[in-house]
């Protein structure tokens, strides 16, 4: 009887002084990625109003994180038609240049129908973000992006 005491107060000491395994926190340009500051360093005139905002999901256990974005702007075409591509293209450099100004390394660019898909590696992490922009109706443009970070093996 005795024996067996001993051995649960040495399993339940031991448990109690284990260190519970903690999750790597996300990256500085996970934390600080913004979509609507990239949006705005664009410049484009022709976007206001802007509405949205957004989400953020994490999984510390799996050492996993996403935040998704969501932002409607008003377009304002007086003479000449926005132009979709080039807002898309400029976006996608200044996404590229915030991932480079974090120190993180661009894996692999992908160009879609209407945005990009860039993956990137920071320190043991790995991330991507997708981002496209979306015209709805004639005076409405969406832009939307998804950046999401797991600890690589």
């Known amino acids: 009887m005795l024996k067996i005491g001993i051995a649960c107060i040495v399993v339940i ?18 934390r600080d990625f913004n979509l609507a500051t990239l ?9 206001s109003g802007r509405t949205g905002g957004n989400s953020y999901e994490s ?14 702007y ?4 007086s003479g000449s038609r926005f132009d979709e591509a080039v807002f898309v293209n400029r976006l996608a450099a200044k996404v590229s240049q915030e991932v480079r100004n974090a120190g993180a390394q661009i894996a692999t660019v992908r160009r879609h129908d209407d945005g990009y898909a860039l993956n990137y590696v920071a320190g043991v992490r790995k991330g ?26």
């Open 74 to 77: 008003q377009l304002k075409e």
């Open 128 to 153: 991507a973000i997708e981002f496209k922009g979306v015209r709805f109706g004639r005076d409405t443009y969406k832009v939307s992006a998804e950046i999401r970070e797991e600890v690589s093996n």
């Open 39 to 47: 949006v705005e360093q664009v410049g484009e005139s022709q976007l």
């Open 59 to 72: 999984q510390p256990s799996l050492s996993k994180a996403r935040r998704t974005y969501v932002l409607e």
């Open 13 to 30: 000491v031991t448990l109690a002084c284990q260190q519970p395994r903690q999750p790597v926190s996300e990256s500085s340009l996970f």
